[in-house]
């Protein structure tokens, strides 16, 4: 079964007057606060969700940019944007799908019947459907959910997972191959990671490639139906997005929420080497195909 839905299936939801909650996650890096953009329009009925204060806690130095929120102030989060038990939740963006899977990874783990939009706004504006302005305010939903973090990994976890599986590190290969670092304190990746940046799976429109390319894409890197795969990015919000393109090829994996935002600045331990690879060392023999014009 597939986790998205398109313009033309969310359009004909609507049209019958189905049980579905829109959730605007509207946000970039260069613009975390997509509240202004999500007022001058948005999808009929969306409520706008604050990717930084709701679909994450508050950043500290020992849990990177974007830590897990726990499960009750996310529930807290869903029942204000009028979620209910039996709802459809379709969650979009304006970023390709990037930020919405976030919403769709926690959401998921939680229970709740979650889809993504294929394309976002983009594609909706393209089809020719309308947007409302101004702020909308639901009744507050009864949602219960499910405790969340059983798809997340620790960083110790993430330190040992390339012994067993395969760790995907979904950023820029030049920030994989510690060349730049425009974020966070230091450059590299975590030793024995695969680079598979999460804009391969992307198409020129916006949406999502068909599960045939994107297992394609996996198995470039090894990985397969069947292979334990964990992905991490700068602060877990990338990282989601491919755990959206493992899930429509068929194949589970999980999240390191705290990326490479938390491994930079945690000191070292037992299970966590003080250095971290560069490319003029040999465990970037492991980069993988490189990146491809989103």
């Known amino acids: 079964m597939s986790h998205l839905l398109s313009v033309a299936e969310l359009s004909e939801l609507l049209d019958r ?6 959730l605007d996650v509207r946000w970039r890096l260069d613009r975390p606060d997509g509240r202004a953009d999500y007022l001058e329009g948005h999808l009929p009925g969306a409520v706008y969700v604050d990717l930084d204060g709701e679909l994450a806690s508050l950043e500290t130095p020992d849990a990177g940019r974007h830590p897990l929120p726990d499960t009750a102030s996310l529930q807290s989060a869903a029942r ?3 979620v209910n038990a039996r709802d459809l939740v379709v969650a979009y963006d304006d970023v390709k799908g990037i930020a919405a899977a976030r919403a769709w ?24 459907k309308s947007l409302e302005t101004g702020e909308i305010a639901p009744a507050l939903g009864d949602v219960e959910l499910a405790d969340i973090g059983a ?20 950023r820029a290969p030049e920030r994989y ?53 964990a992905a ?4 877990g919000i990338t990282a989601a997005h491919t755990a959206l393109a493992l899930a429509e ?15 930079s600045t945690t000191p ?9 690879p560069t490319a003029s060392e040999p465990d970037d023999a492991l980069a993988g195909p490189p990146a491809r014009a989103p």
């Open 151 to 170: 798809d997340a990994l620790t960083i110790d976890e993430a330190a040992a997972f390339p012994a067993s599986g395969v760790l995907l590190d979904v």
């Open 177 to 229: 191959r510690g060349e730049v670092e425009p974020l966070d304190p230091a450059a590299g990746h975590i030793p024995g990671a695969v680079n598979l940046p999460t804009f391969v799976h992307i198409a020129p429109d916006g949406t999502l490639h068909d599960a045939a390319t994107l297992r394609a894409a996996f198995a470039e890197v090894g990985v397969e139906p069947g292979t334990r795969v």
């Open 249 to 263: 090829a068929g194949i589970e994996g999980k999240v390191f929420p705290g990326s490479w935002s938390q491994w």
């Open 80 to 82: 204000r944007w009028g």
């Open 105 to 128: 990874w926690l959401l998921r783990q939680a229970g709740v019947d979650v889809l993504v939009l294929d394309g976002g706004l983009r594609a909706w504006i393209a089809a020719g």
């Open 17 to 22: 007057a189905a049980p579905v909650r829109l």
């Open 232 to 235: 991490y990015c700068g602060s």
């Open 268 to 276: 070292a331990g037992p299970s966590r080497p003080a250095r971290f």
